[in-house]
């Protein structure tokens, strides 16, 4: 009697150890890949934080890596004085950034909302297109729209109005233009987070508004735009993100504008190394400043810049996962 249990209670405990030794094994492996991924991420930003915060004479010195002997802000105090001065231009940016998401999010909710509920004729063949314009590189596009814009005349109205065409290149208005054309940072990928998202919208919803006299924009600002809230805060963060830092679209079509992707890119160009490290000793009296001292203060405004950003992530990461899954992009 005691053989036979004993026989039926080994398989059972043979099966269980078995199923943690696997889990163990398993959770190893993952938890291992996890802390390493982890790790390769942020050993970046670990490996920068004590080299913005150290004095500006230290750095280049062997005997500091990890540990700042002295800790100084000059750094920042150098990329305030350089880039950010009074704060505007963070602010001018932060603007800019924000009024493009808001014409993003309207014009591809629109054209998302229509390929997605409305089956007109060739439907399939504009959102083919929509696709299209995301997957060639805007590089390829750059020449053509350079040009429109450069020699802006729809129809010949603005020759018979004026004399010629209008120049809009170098122009405050020709972003948000571009954006209200639907030309924008990544805007056809924008179109298709809308159109997957109301094409999954239930059918009741516009029929019970089509019954109490709702046409077709009250129906799209009644009852989609309000029921669209997870695509619209993901195509806004990714619109905000995008354009906050861009420097194709502001480099070729407002170049002299106050945008702060602009301004780090000019200001510590390689060709103002000594001009910066001159600036620097002259300051914060350290006449044993190197290009140490430049990478520091270039990475100092960097933080600064990604400020915004970081921000907008702390207060949105809780629901940037849910309202990607919301919004038809694994779909």
Known sequence: MLQSETRTKNPVQAYRLKKAIRGIVIGYFFYSLVIGLGFAILYPLIKLIPFVFNNLEDLGNPD???????????????AMRLVFGNGLPLLQSVAYGAAI????IFMS???????????FWGRNAVMGLVILSFVVPPQSLLISQYLSFKNFDVLGIASALGGGPI???????????I????FGVKQSMFVFIFRQFFKGMPAELEEA??????????????IGLPNALPAIMTVGILAFVWNYG?????GYFHPDGPYLSIKLATTFAPANVNNILYAVRTWYDVPGATT???DAVKQAAALIFLLPLLILYFFAQRRIVENLEQSGIVG
């Open 179 to 182: 954006a209200l054309l639907g």
């Open 292 to 294: 140490f001292a430049f």
């Open 167 to 177: 120049d809009l290149i170098n122009q405050p208005y020709t972003l948000y233009a």
């Open 64 to 78: 500091v890596i990890w540990v700042p002997i002295e800790l100084s802000v000059d750094s920042f105090r150098a």
């Open 209 to 222: 508004a089509y019954i109490d006299g709702c046409g077709f924009y009250r129906t799209f600002f009644k």
């Open 101 to 104: 998401a808001l014409i993003q």
């Open 246 to 250: 861009d420097t194709y679209y502001t």
């Open 109 to 119: 909710a629109i054209a998302g909302y229509s390929l997605g509920r409305i089956g």
